[in-house]
């Protein structure tokens, strides 16, 4: 396969990444609040997360720093579509950062 088809395809493989990774703290927080246990269900979400993102980042960017930047794009990408799909409105009068 050649090296631009390569840089392409990180996209959504960082978008993949992004959405286990997002999509995962989404539903840590639900289930973290509803437990007796929440700093138990954050810290293993996060090595498990970080652990998923971190193989994933190096199986499918490897060395190449143009395919592990095309991946981080993907990454980012996709924590802005699951911010905005797990978005719920606030009541009037508070903010929240974008």
């Not at 990180?10 to 997002?22: E, I, N, R, T």
């Not at 090595?47 to 960017?61: D, H, K």
């Not at 490897?62 to 978005?87: E, H, K, M, N, Y």
């Amino acid at each position: 396969m050649n090296e631009p088809l390569q840089v392409v395809l990180m996209l959504p493989a960082g978008m993949l990444l992004g959405a286990l990774f997002f999509g995962g703290l989404w539903w840590t927080v639900q289930k973290g609040l509803a437990s007796t246990q929440p700093a138990l269900w954050f810290g293993a979400s996060l090595l498990l997360r970080s652990a998923i993102v971190l193989a994933g980042f190096y199986y499918f960017a490897g060395p190449d720093w143009q395919r592990l930047l095309s991946c981080l794009l993907g990454f980012i990408a996709a924590r802005l579509v699951v911010t905005r799909l797990t978005a719920r409105r606030m009541p009037e009068g508070t903010s929240h950062a974008p």
